[in-house]
């Protein structure tokens, strides 16, 4: 591998990709120090000390949102509006009909995309500094009192998601791989040190070294299932015109054992952080029924509860179904393979492929869910082991498990993409 790295370097082209891909990972890295305006650092540093789900959301931006910077949101309202166009578009015919319309009907729906992760932008960035500026973290966050500074640090917010957006297209584009997942790679990544520093002062070198094992144990693994695949045999029919044969050959459609990657994550703990996030809002309450029920609620859905990991391993499964259907029928592979002449040896083309791929697709996605949901749930797993203690934050893992899945899930694409490059010009890859 450190020689096709080497490979890679010696050709320009693919020299100066890399080298545009590191420059703007460091001028977002730089941008995600630079503060809203307003911020009282002290208060927000006491915050994050005795916020559990506050650090647990910093992991996923970053480190950006222990700052509060500009980058606070990172490109999560893009990927938000993905999402809900991905599962809004079988629902609206128009949307549908232009996804079937090739390049031009794709651009269209990212156009989409780019105009709904504005008003989403706007509602997260909100929510997020109101939820803040309870605790004293922005004193001046009030539309009443204080409408312009409001205005400005939503606006500010908003400006920095797009930035974001804008430095992942620039990679996209000039340099290798996804740049939108380059930039959560790239925030994720940043933060190992200061977390392998942490655990190392809270827990000794012993449980750095446990967690490290199993940190390389689970990316093993997620490699070996993101790669999983099961190939279902396709054969084309021959057609005759005039002395030429065409079509006859014999090929597969890959289904992948994880079709929906880290999304269900994603959804599960969206769902499971919102009724911590609404109860801790009712805890001051003077009412005491609606204190009372408050806290309730925010110890049952807290991450130091058994109840949370189990119902969040629940979650994980069932959105790892429900994303991977809503995906395979907006791809109409038995009305595609019909259309081009194929059919799989032994099922009716149209509506028995379909079936047939279905069923083969929910018996491989059961593996791949029930594979999710114990990533899910490996912090509280690790708090299970002998001298582990209470490890039952994400936080308190060397990275998330999303993290994992979004780092693995990168790297790999990103070394595909290198070695086609390195393939094209007559070097050996990465990948043996």
Same mark, same amino acid.
Do not use: C, W
């Given at each position: 591998?450190?020689?096709?790295?080497?490979? *890679?370097? =010696?050709?320009?082209?693919?020299?100066?990709? $890399? &080298?545009?891909?590191?420059? !703007? +990972?460091?001028?977002?890295?730089?941008?995600?120090?630079?503060?809203?305006?307003?911020?009282?650092?002290? *208060?927000? =540093?006491?915050?994050?000390?005795?916020?559990? $789900? &506050?650090?647990?959301?910093? !992991? +996923?931006?970053?480190?950006?949102?222990?700052?509060?910077?500009?980058?606070?949101?990172?490109?999560?309202?893009?990927?938000?509006?993905?999402?809900?166009?991905?599962?809004?578009?079988?629902?609206?015919k128009s949307l549908e009909e232009l996804s079937k319309e090739g390049e031009a009907g794709r651009r269209r729906i990212t156009q989409y995309q780019y105009w709904l992760t504005i008003p989403?932008?706007?509602?997260?960035?909100?929510?997020?500094?109101?939820?803040?500026?309870?605790?004293?973290?922005?004193?001046?966050?009030?539309l009443t009192q204080y409408p312009l500074e409001t205005i400005t640090i939503i606006i500010t917010l908003i400006a920095g998601t797009m930035f974001a957006i804008w430095l992942g297209q620039l990679i996209t584009e000039d340099g290798i791989g996804n740049g939108i997942s380059i930039i959560i790679f790239g925030g994720i990544v940043a933060q190992i040190p200061a977390q392998m520093f942490g655990i190392l002062q809270s827990g000794g070198w012993l449980r750095l070294l446990i967690l490290l094992v199993i940190t390389v144990l689970t990316v093993?693994?997620?490699?070996?299932?993101?790669?999983?695949?099961?190939?279902?045999?396709?054969?084309?029919?021959?057609?005759?015109?005039?002395?030429?044969?065409?079509?006859?050959?014999?090929?597969?459609?890959?289904?992948?054992?994880?079709?929906?990657?880290?999304?269900?994550?994603i959804f599960a703990s969206s769902i499971l952080i919102l009724p911590s996030v609404i109860a801790q809002g009712f805890l001051a309450s003077q009412n005491d029924f609606v204190r009372n029920t408050a806290s309730q609620i925010y110890s049952l859905f807290n991450v130091t509860g058994n109840f949370y990991w189990l119902l969040y391993f629940t979650l994980v499964v069932l959105f790892t179904f429900f994303y991977t259907d809503t995906i395979f029928r907006q791809q109409n592979l038995a009305e595609t393979l019909q259309r081009q002449g194929g059919f799989v040896p032994g099922i009716r083309p149209g509506k028995r492929t379909e079936e047939y791929l279905f069923y083969v697709l929910q018996r491989i996605t059961l593996?791949?869910?029930?594979?999710?949901?114990l990533v899910a749930v490996l912090p509280w797993m690790v708090s299970l082991l002998p001298g582990m203690g209470q490890v039952t934050r994400s936080s308190d893992l060397l990275v998330t498990s999303s993290g994992m899945l979004i780092v693995v899930g990168v790297t790999l694409d990103t070394m595909k993409q290198l070695e086609a490059q390195l393939l094209m010009r007559h070097y050996e890859g990465f990948i043996k």
């Open positions: 591998m450190l020689e096709a790295v080497q490979n *890679a370097f =010696r050709v320009p082209d693919l020299r100066r990709k $890399l &080298l545009f891909t590191f420059g !703007i +990972l460091v001028i977002y890295r730089f941008a995600a120090h630079v503060p809203v305006p307003g911020v009282n650092r002290d *208060a927000l =540093r006491n915050l994050f000390n005795n916020n559990e $789900l &506050l650090g647990f959301l910093n !992991i +996923l931006t970053g480190g950006a949102l222990q700052n509060f910077s500009v980058l606070a949101m990172g490109v999560y309202p893009f990927i938000t509006a993905s999402i809900i166009l991905q599962l809004v578009t079988p629902l609206i989403l932008a706007a509602l997260q960035g909100a929510a997020q500094a109101a939820l803040l500026a309870q605790s004293g973290v922005l004193p001046r966050f009030s093993a693994a997620i490699v070996y299932v993101q790669d999983a695949q099961r190939r279902i045999p396709v054969q084309y029919g021959r057609r005759v015109r005039g002395t030429r044969v065409y079509g006859g050959q014999s090929t597969f459609v890959p289904l992948r054992v994880n079709s929906a990657g880290m999304i269900p994550l593996a791949g869910a029930i594979f999710l949901g």
